[in-house]
């Protein structure tokens, strides 16, 4: 199994940039599919960006498109989220995730292990 902690966040105004990060430990980070999700309150957990294996594909949620860009570092073992143009919607814990698998990336039970989450907050 691996474990996940994510960095990084933090209180911003729109229009800022912010970059998450995500620490994996345990199994070699090389063989999970990861994704980022966040939560809003009151609202249920949704699909933000995600990124292959090796990070030749990238898939993006329409809402962030353009505005964020997910990477990954296999020998650091770190998924990065960057975030740019940020608006007060964006407002939400951001988590990661990781996947043996990568044929539904938005879906949100194809993720086997999960990061705590680091709160982003977007003022306007």
């Known amino acids: 199994q691996v474990q996940l902690v994510e960095s990084g966040g933090g209180m911003v105004q729109a229009g800022d940039s912010l970059r998450l990060s995500c620490t994996a430990s345990?199994?070699?980070?090389?063989?999970?599919?990861m994704g980022w999700f966040r939560q809003a309150p009151g609202k249920e957990r949704e699909f933000v960006a995600a990124i292959s294996w090796n990070g030749y594909s990238r898939y993006y949620a329409d809402s962030v498109k353009g505005r964020f860009t997910t990477s990954r570092d296999n020998a650091k073992n770190t998924l990065y989220l960057q975030m740019d143009s940020l608006k007060p919607e964006d407002t939400a814990v951001y988590s990661c995730?990781?996947?043996?698998?990568?044929?539904?990336?938005?879906?949100?039970?194809?993720?086997?292990?999960w990061g705590q989450g680091t709160q982003v907050t977007v003022s306007s």
């Open positions: 995730a990781a996947s043996r698998r990568g044929d539904n990336p938005s879906y949100v039970l194809l993720y086997d292990y």
């Open positions: 345990g199994r070699p980070f090389s063989t999970y599919f």
